[in-house]
């Protein structure tokens, strides 16, 4: 049955896609149902590819979280923040540098190490999809 949480009708007026547009609206909205339900989500800057999750809690297991911020949303790590030095040098904000601060930009991780440390600093994903 779907979720019927207003929270999520911003997804549904922009049939927000996941995975290239191979998953749909729903599928991602069970998905997040399940971040609410564990850390408490809110959602703003929603797009047809796109949507800016906030938790309320920082996940205990970030490395079991980024998994599965991965496996839902590849891109943000292999694009996003596998591009934190630029955005470090670029940004006022201290936390992209904190992210990255002590990490090898060669390291095949390299992403995901910088999106774990970002969601405990900021607790903020932009998820998208390209």
């Known amino acids: 049955m779907p979720n019927t949480d207003p929270k999520f009708d911003t997804l549904r007026q922009?049939?927000?896609?996941?995975?290239?547009?191979?998953?749909g609206t729903e599928w991602l909205i069970e998905h997040l149902s399940r971040w609410d339900a564990r850390y408490g989500v809110t959602l703003s800057d929603a797009g047809h590819n796109r949507v800016m999750v906030e938790l309320a809690t920082v996940p205990g297991n970030t490395d079991e979280f980024a998994a599965e911020v991965y496996s839902i949303c590849p891109d943000v790590v292999t694009e996003y923040f596998t591009s934190f030095t630029e955005?470090?040098?670029?940004?006022?904000?201290?936390?992209?540098?904190?992210?990255?601060?002590?990490l090898d930009e060669m390291d095949d991780d390299f992403g995901l190490k910088a999106m774990k440390r970002w969601i405990v600093l900021e607790r903020k994903l932009p998820l998208y999809w390209s």
Request: proline share 8%; aromatic share 4%; hydrophobic share 25%.
């Open 87 to 102: 955005l470090a040098d670029d940004n006022p904000n201290p936390n992209y540098a904190k992210s990255i601060e002590g």
């Open 14 to 23: 922009h049939s927000t896609l996941a995975h290239d547009g191979d998953r």
